[in-house]
């Protein structure tokens, strides 16, 4: 994928993060913050499908945005091509294990598993 | 390798002051690690960082190491850190510098060849990869017209770009260039803007294409440190911007 490419998708994925999260935490204010945090609460949140599924848009627009950040730190600090390699697949790798991850703890929950 | 030396007052004048000019010596071929000589150094109001070296080679160290030419900001040979600065020693008066104590060193970013000279291959290399000519299908011997005419709004877009002198400066103030050794470099990003943003020109796509790179322009991240050290008023920090908005489709 073109450079370019990817940093329309970064700058993207940054502002509708910034939106999203914005929205998650207006809802979160809704009622009080210890009372949010109650695990009968959050279950009740999982298993609202709307939130849940903007929950999960939230979880892949910030690991999108996280690990394309880190691969452009990484390849920063130092260059070489078995080097840029690794830390490209290494990201998309980890961008992709967190996203299942936390897909696998939404839907469990959404499902009544949890 | 400290070392004071004072030079011979014999042409110094009574308007004339002293500093000590503190010069960083290195020979890559047979030193560890750098260090500084002194010299104290007599000058006038007029008297540049460059003529205060080439006062201490001609009266106490003629193994000075430096780079010069044309000793008036235009070949852009003697670019060095002078007081923790990049800045062109021909264009930069002691006076001006308002310290008794000024230190020069090779700019940073680039291999030293010895003391205050640098290696510009990877300027040049990078410099010549972005294709700064102006790329068109016609020619002027063919094309019936005389000149490829601009109005001077279509010259506006790109000619304080055209004042680059491939100094090195602004590459040697890059804090991107200092970790990233395969960055393209404020340099050649800002010639890229030049030539993609003349009238005259059909190669943009060829030439975006080349920093479309993951060394390339997304790299840069608008520390604006090339801009203020420009000794010719470019402003490479806006062209690399501006070059942005060209790959985003905010230009065309």
């Known amino acids: ?114 | 390798m400290a070392q004071v030396s004072s030079i011979s007052n014999e042409q110094t004048s009574p308007t004339s002051k002293l500093i000590t000019l503190r010069i960083s010596r290195f020979n890559p071929e047979h030193d560890e690690s750098s260090g500084f000589m002194e010299f104290s150094v007599s000058y006038e109001k007029w008297t540049t960082v460059l003529e205060a070296i080439l006062d201490v080679k001609k009266h106490h160290d003629h193994s000075v190491g430096v780079r010069y030419s044309c000793r008036q900001a235009t070949c852009g040979s003697c670019g060095m850190i002078i007081n923790g600065k990049p800045r062109l020693a021909c264009f930069t008066k002691i006076s001006e510098l308002n310290s008794d104590v000024v230190t020069v060193e090779p700019m940073n970013n680039f291999p030293i060849i010895r003391d205050l000279a640098v290696k510009f291959e990877k300027l040049f290399d990078t410099h010549q990869k972005i294709k700064p000519y102006l790329i068109r299908d016609d020619t002027e011997i063919e094309s019936n017209e005389k000149e490829f005419l601009q109005s001077p709004e279509e010259v506006e877009q790109y000619i304080q770009f055209a004042n680059c002198i491939k100094c090195g400066l602004c590459n040697s103030a890059c804090p991107t260039m200092a970790t990233d050794s395969s960055f393209v470099g404020p340099q050649a990003l800002a010639q890229a803007y030049r030539y993609v943003a003349d009238s005259r020109d059909k190669g943009k796509d060829s030439r975006l294409k080349i920093i479309d790179d993951s060394h390339g322009i997304w790299r840069c991240h608008f520390a604006g440190s090339c801009s203020q050290v420009c000794p010719k008023g470019v402003d490479p920090a806006m062209g690399i911007q501006l070059l942005r908005g060209y790959m985003l489709g905010f230009r065309s």
């Open chain 1, 1 to 114: 994928m073109r450079e370019s490419t990817i940093m329309k998708i970064h700058y993207g994925t940054a502002l509708a993060a910034v939106a999203l999260v914005a929205v998650h935490i207006l809802m979160r204010l809704t009622q009080g913050f210890a009372e949010s945090l109650e695990y009968e609460n959050v279950l009740a949140n999982y298993k609202f499908i709307p939130y849940a599924a903007m929950l999960e848009l939230i979880l892949i627009l910030l690991s999108v945005h996280g690990f394309n950040g880190l691969r452009v730190i990484l390849l920063e600090l130092k260059q070489g091509r078995i080097y840029e390699k690794a830390v490209s697949y290494g990201c998309l790798a980890a961008m992709i294990g967190l996203i299942a991850y936390g897909s696998r703890t939404i839907i469990m929950t959404n499902m009544g598993m949890v």
